[in-house]
């Protein structure tokens, strides 16, 4: 080996040494982005360039050897230790992670089961906030998590939306019964009191199935028929009213009828009382004829007389009888 000069060493030896500590600041550098981006691959890297230094560069003084080897060694050494740091904390964070993933696949059955989401998403929502903020975490692992996730949260929505159209059209099935039951109790034309009822009675069948079905099916398929409900009934409401009206005005007719019955028979009355305040005062007169006849000529007339008189008696009373009784049925009338 060729001998160097005294000055040529030291100057050589200079720069060589001063190539090493760049490198050495650098990889210091490398370590510091280590503790935030933890690019520990990097840095290990360039650990291997910097090691073959060592081995390559020369001149390199004795002591200057020593100096850089020894903080070389140290930063290796503080880099090993935080990636033995890194992987129990992120192996630690994995593990926290898997935990809450099961514990979401026991949501999603359980919810699954009661038909019920809400608490599996909102539990789905502070996991993926963990993802974003809990580090460290190995990239692999963060991705395997993910996917893991992604697939549950995919599989969940999917039965979820299964689970939604399947109410859904069950929903219709319970809205198209009600509004069909309903339909059958609309009245388009003023029919009788019974047909009235029985279209009551459709109507309630109707709110029944409402009442008996409203847990299975959608705010909007319920809305849809206590709403055609409702206009029915109102119709229905309607109806009642006009025969109210009708049945009102009926009776008045009918008592105004019977009040004129009762007039007129009360006019029968007092015309027959009076007749027979006659006829009893004729039959009086003649009994009296009668009584201070001489002459048997008149007293055969007058008995004639009397008898006729007294048959017209009889009849009126009878009648009166009648009359009155028909102005007692049309009172009783009156007062049902």
């Known amino acids: 080996m060729e001998d160097i000069p005294t000055s040529d060493f030291d100057q050589q030896a200079t720069e060589n040494a001063g190539v090493i500590e760049v490198e050495l600041r650098s990889l ?3 370590h510091r982005d280590g503790d935030t981006n933890r ?3 990097a840095f290990w890297g360039q650990v291997k360039q910097v090691s073959d ?15 850089l080897w020894t903080e070389f060694s140290a930063l290796c050494e503080a880099v090993k230790k935080d990636q033995q740091d890194f992987d129990k904390e992120s192996k630690a964070n994995a593990s926290a992670i898997e935990s809450e993933l099961g514990s979401l696949a026991s949501g999603h059955w359980a919810g699954f089961m ?5 608490a599996f998403w909102e539990h789905a929502k502070e996991i993926s906030h963990t993802f974003k903020t809990l580090k460290p975490i190995r990239r692999e692992d963060r991705e395997r998590l993910w996917q893991k996730f992604s697939g549950l949260c995919e599989e969940t929505r999917s039965k979820q939306n299964d689970e939604n159209e399947n109410r859904r059209i069950k929903s219709k099935i319970h809205r198209d019964s009600i509004l069909d039951e309903a339909e059958h ?9 019974d047909e009235l009822k029985a279209a009551g009675n459709r109507l309630r069948e109707a709110g029944l199935l409402l009442s008996k ?3 299975e099916m959608l705010g909007e398929h319920k809305q849809e028929c206590f709403d055609r409900i409702q206009e029915i009934r109102k119709g229905h409401d309607a109806w009642w ?3 109210k009206g009708e049945r009102a005005k009926r009776h008045q007719d009918f008592q105004a009828r019977v009040r004129a019955n009762i007039a007129a028979n009360c006019e029968r009355l007092q015309k027959a009382t009076d007749a027979l305040e006659r006829w009893r005062g004729n039959a009086d007169n003649l009994r009296d004829v009668i009584n201070s006849a001489s002459n048997d000529a008149h007293l055969e007339k007058a008995m004639g007389w009397l008898s006729e008189a007294e048959d017209k008696i009889r009849d009126i009373e009878e009648s009166i009888g009648r009359i009155e009784s028909w ?3 049309d009172e009783q009338k009156l007062s049902s």
């Open 28 to 30: 210091a550098a490398a």
């Open 39 to 41: 690019h520990f691959g």
């Open 53 to 67: 230094l060592f081995k390559t560069l020369k001149p390199l003084r004795r002591e200057d050897r020593e100096r």
């Open 114 to 118: 009661r038909r019920d989401y809400g």
């Open 185 to 193: 109790a609309t009245l388009t034309f003023l029919g009788t009191i």
């Open 213 to 215: 079905y409203k847990h």
């Open 241 to 243: 009213e006009h025969f």
């Open 327 to 329: 102005i007692h049925e």
